[in-house]
T-cell receptor, first 112, second 112 residues
Framework: SQQGEEDPQALSIQEGENATMNCSYKTSINNLQWYRQNSGRGLVHLILIRSNEREKHSGRLRVTLDTSKKSSSLLITASRAADTASYFCATRNAGNNRKLIWGLGTSLAVNP | DGGITQSPKYLFRKEGQNVTLSCEQNLNHDAMYWYRQDPGQGLRLIYYSQIVNDFQKGDIAEGYSVSREKKESFPLTVTSAQKNPTAFYLC???????????FGDGTRLSIL
């Protein structure tokens, strides 16, 4: 069953601009994870943020989590053409740690 | 290098035929997962296994079967009962509950 919903579904920006993607979910979570998928490839884990954390950074990536609004955002700063990919959020629900619940993804195109 | 290897990369199935997708990991992970990805959709869980000789159905298990005889291996069989098998299949593993998942590069299955 799908829980996460990414917004927007597709995003097209110029190199050097920032890209922001949002994820909303419905139930209490243990953690929220962001993954990246290049066309025709497997997913690669980017960042995991726990329910008691509000913000996390990794290089040019910044993730925020607002548990009161049941939402998260992924910000990619100073985007590059190589950032072109699909980005997925996945939640690990409180009380059920065995499965991840996946969103439908945001397709990001960074134009040179 | 540690990782997950899926084979083959492309697979074609004839009417009434069972086909088996291979997934091998050398990450020493206990938990392994099989997902199906259709265009425009997120990942849907087919089966998962927390430990050798044990596995559970996911959200869309009908028409699929798995085995987990070795820690390193989690093959997925797409049976003839699966009437719409055309999709991208992804295998993943994780070191424990709440931890990020590591993915293989997928197998694309098509009908002949």
């Amino acid at each position: 069953s799908q829980q996460g919903e990414e917004d927007p579904q597709a995003l097209s920006i110029q190199e050097g601009e920032n890209a922001t993607m949002n994820c909303s979910y419905k139930t209490s979570i243990n953690n929220l994870q962001w993954y990246r998928q290049n066309s025709g490839r497997g997913l690669v884990h980017l960042i995991l943020i726990r329910s008691n954390e509000r913000e996390k950074h990794s290089g040019r990536l910044r993730v925020t989590l607002d548990t009161s609004k049941k939402s998260s955002s992924l910000l990619i700063t100073a985007s590059r053409a190589a950032d072109t990919a699909s980005y997925f959020c996945a939640t690990r629900n409180a009380g059920n740690n065995r499965k991840l619940i996946w969103g439908l993804g945001t397709s990001l195109a960074v134009n040179p | 290098d540690g990782g997950i290897t899926q084979s083959p990369k492309y697979l074609f199935r004839k009417e009434g035929q069972n086909v088996t997708l291979s997934c091998e990991q050398n990450l020493n992970h206990d938990a392994m997962y099989w997902y199906r990805q259709d265009p425009g959709q997120g990942l849907r869980l087919i089966y998962y296994s927390q430990i050798v000789n044990d596995f559970q159905k996911g959200d869309i298990a009908e028409g699929y079967s798995v085995s987990r005889e070795k820690k390193e291996s989690f093959p997925l069989t797409v049976t003839s009962a699966q009437k719409n098998p055309t999709a991208f299949y992804l295998c993943a593993s994780t070191s424990g509950e709440g931890q990020p998942q590591h993915f293989g590069d997928g197998t694309r299955l098509s009908i002949l």
